[in-house]
Structures are given as structure tokens and as C-alpha cells.
């Protein structure tokens, strides 16, 4: 069975062709049930986020599997397959596994060492185990990656100096302000990258904090916990006049705030600069915006530079992170190698029943003369050979499957206890 990963993220693909190609919550259950329904593969995943999508299959064949994934996406999208081709990038395998792990640890992340990419990996992983879409390989693959994001964050300085999205977001604000304290910020949105983006601002000092979002219970609950006020979504356009900066976090499929509501408020408020922070995908701020006079416009694809003073010492950290993935990534290749001689063991011990069983029935037919006791005591000596016997073979045979041309000695052990099926061979 082949591992395969194809996806595109901020490095392949910008903002505007990510934000085509972002899964809602829905659209992810429909992608988990073509995964189950179709043949060409046995297990799937489905990860969409901000800056990534990604699609993780189990598959006996790579091609099929392959077409069935761009298919997919294609669907789920308004791009074509031509197009899909020129931003997917495909890993199988060990390099799979390595991508993954590379993710998890955020070493793949806009951020560097982000952590919130952790997070929404493992709401991946439950949604794909809740609707049964994977099985032991991805099951194992995705465990082992959370202890190996668990490790790149304890064991080395990849998390030291915060620098998430969210955090980027703040950043950008404070170079623009220089200080925060005098300044109203509104909100678009109450989840968790709205959260994260409010204790940060709350943290800078920010004079005020408003919260809009559809639901207005998640908006009060939200400002309830940083002490700002709740507005309910349809007064989002008069209030933004109120607002020095306004940061876009909904999971709305289009744009919220348009040039001409934001063109219409910039004369009361007196040449005062108004600063939008879009951290959504797909965006919320329209970016024809950033053309209107005193109003500024970022999207999430503007905040790489923003921290790029706080990485350096998490660059040191890269190499140590590497060594952790490399590692994991051989511990991970032994399991599926020992994994997959477990029906050369399981054929031979099978073999050994079966001739254990037809011969102690004709020395057991041959004695007419003893009771039951003695002849457990038979049965249980012929186990015991059995066992003894196929101890060394056993331990062997798990030993090739992590040497180099394991397959090799594999298949001369077939050979020799004549293990392959006439089809096999």
C-alpha cells in the first residue's frame, strides 16, 4: 500500500487561488464520503486551513489514486485540472511521512513553528475517524505525527518567540500605530483565529475591542472574555466608522467588507487612517480597498514579512527539529516494513498448525490406550515443538523487514516453506 499526499499551499499557490480551493466544514464531510465510496483508495484524510489543503490517501495504485484526488479537488473548486496541475505538489511514501511530520512541527508553516497548525490537524484527524475514512496506516500515521509536533515543541526552541498568524496580525497593527492603546479594533468573526488575535491585541493594550459575528451569542461570549462589546452582524457597516483597525477571521464564502461601504465612511472620519487586517480564507476584506485614500488593506499572504525579526532563533532550531523528524520518519518506516511481513508469519504459523494438527490425529488414532490427560499431555508437547521450532524464523523475519534487500530474504522464506499461492507465484 502506497501513501500518498497531493495538496497545494502559500508556497505553490496565492491567496486567491487557495481561497477557491478551501473546504468548508460541509464540503469536507462530501470529500470524507467519496473517499469511503470510491475504489481507488482505501483510506483518505482531508485537511484545509488557511494557508494549506491537503489530501492523504492509502492506495494500492499510485496513478488511480492520484486522479481520483485531483478529481476531487477539482470538484470541491472553480479550477480546472490543467490548473490544479500547476499548483499540486505530490508526496508518496517515506516522503509523505516526512511532509506530514515537517507540517505538524510547523516547519512547513507561513509562521515558522506556528502551533495552531497542530491543532487543526488533529480536528482533522477526528472528523476522518468519526466518519471512518481511515484505517490502521493513516491511524498510525497521524498519531505518531502528533508526538513528533509534541516533540519539535518541547525539545527544541522552534516555538520560542510568538509568531502565529494571529500574532503576525498584531504585529503588523503595532508597526502601523506604533502604539495600540489609542486604538478601537473590530473584529469580524468569533473563532478561535478571532480569539487568538484578541488576547494578543488585548496584551498591546488596545483602548477598545468590538466583536461582530452572525451568531451574536459566540460574539458576546467572545468580547464577554476580553472585556470589549458585541455588535450584532447587521450593524458591522455603521460601526465601522468607529474602527481604526479591523481584523477579517470569518468563514464567510465572500467578501464582508466592500470598497464602497468603507469609501462612504472615510470622510467623518478626518483623514484618520483605517487599517484592515485580512486573515481569512477565503478573504473578507475586498483588496480594491487598499486603493482608497488613508485606508489600508493586508491579506494573510502580506503577513510572511511582518515577523520575520522574531524567527532567527527559531531557525537555529530547524536543524534539531530535522533530527527529530528523521528519526520518526525511520521508526514509522520500520512499523508499516514489519507490518507488512505479518502475513508471511502469520502463513507460516498457519502451515504449522495445519501439519501439527493432521499428524497428531493419526499418532493419536494409533493409540487406543491412553486417557485424556495423557493425551493433552501430547497435544501440549506438539504445541511446544511447533512453537520452539518457528520461534527463530519468526524473530528472523521481522529482522528482514528493516534490512537493506529485505525483500529478497522475504521472498526466499516464501520460497522455502512454500508460502506463495500458485497465483503469487
Not at 144 to 165: C, L, M, P, Q, Y
Not at 214 to 223: D, I, M, N, Y
Not at 342 to 369: G, M, T
Request: with cysteine; glycine share 4%; aromatic share 6%.
Amino acid at each position: 500500500m502506497n501513501i500518498i499526499i497531493m495538496g497545494l499551499n502559500h508556497k505553490t499557490a496565492p491567496v486567491e487561488v487557495r481561497e477557491q480551493i478551501s473546504f468548508t466544514s460541509q464540503e469536507k464531510e462530501t470529500a470524507l464520503e467519496s473517499i469511503i465510496e470510491t475504489n481507488d483508495v482505501q483510506e483518505g484524510l482531508v485537511l484545509s486551513t488557511c494557508n494549506r489543503t491537503e489530501i492523504y490517501v492509502v492506495a494500492s495504485q499510485l496513478k488511480k489514486a492520484k486522479g481520483f484526488i485531483k478529481k476531487l479537488l477539482s470538484n470541491f473548486s472553480t479550477l480546472s485540472i490543467e490548473k490544479l496541475n500547476s499548483v499540486l505538489y505530490t508526496y508518496t511514501n517515506l516522503d509523505a511521512v516526512t511532509h506530514l511530520y515537517k507540517v505538524v512541527s510547523g516547519l512547513d508553516s507561513m509562521i515558522l513553528g506556528e502551533e495552531q497548525i497542530l491543532g487543526q490537524i488533529k480536528e482533522s484527524f477526528t472528523e476522518a475517524k468519526q466518519k471512518e475514512s481511515i484505517d490502521t496506516i493513516l491511524h498510525h500515521l497521524f498519531t505518531e505525527s502528533f508526538k513528533v509536533g509534541k516533540r519539535a515543541r518541547t525539545e527544541t526552541s522552534i516555538n520560542d518567540n510568538a509568531a502565529s498568524v494571529s500574532y503576525a496580525a498584531v504585529e503588523l497593527a503595532n508597526k502601523i500605530f506604533g502604539d495600540l492603546k489609542e486604538e478601537t479594533v473590530l473584529v469580524l468573526g468569533a473563532g478561535e483565529m478571532s480569539e487568538l488575535t484578541l488576547k494578543n491585541l488585548v496584551d498591546h493594550g488596545v483602548k477598545e475591542v468590538i466583536v461582530a459575528n452572525r451568531t451574536f451569542s459566540k460574539a458576546v461570549a467572545l468580547a464577554d472574555r476580553f472585556e470589549g462589546e458585541a455588535i450584532p452582524w447587521q450593524q458591522v457597516e455603521s460601526c465601522l466608522h468607529k474602527a481604526d483597525i479591523v481584523i477579517g477571521s470569518t468563514g464567510a464564502p465572500h467578501y464582508v467588507i466592500r470598497q464602497e461601504m468603507v469609501a462612504g465612511i472615510l470622510s467623518y472620519r478626518k483623514n484618520k487612517p483605517l487599517f484592515f487586517i485580512d486573515i481569512a480564507v477565503p478573504r473578507d476584506i475586498e483588496p480594491e480597498i487598499h486603493n482608497l485614500d488613508n485606508a489600508y488593506a493586508y491579506n494573510i499572504d502580506d503577513l510572511e514579512s511582518v515577523v520575520e525579526a522574531n524567527l532567527q532563533e527559531r531557525e537555529k532550531a530547524i536543524k534539531d527539529v530535522n533530527q527529530i523528524i528523521k528519526a520518526e520518519v525511520k521508526s514509522f518506516d520500520q512499523w508499516r516494513n514489519t507490518r507488512d511481513v505479518v502475513p508471511i508469519i502469520k502463513s507460516l504459523r498457519e502451515q504449522a498448525e495445519e501439519i501439527r494438527q493432521q499428524e497428531l490425529e493419526r499418532a493419536l488414532a494409533k493409540l487406543d490406550d491412553i486417557d485424556e490427560e495423557e493425551k493433552d499431555v501430547i497435544k501440549s508437547l506438539t504445541y511446544k515443538i511447533i512453537n520452539k521450532l518457528l520461534h527463530t524464523p519468526t524473530v528472523q523475519v521481522k529482522e528482514f523487514a528493516n534490512v537493506e534487500d529485505g525483500q529478497v530474504y522475504l521472498q526466499a522464506v516464501n520460497k522455502l516453506f512454500g508460502l506463495e499461492s500458485e497465483e503469487e507465484q
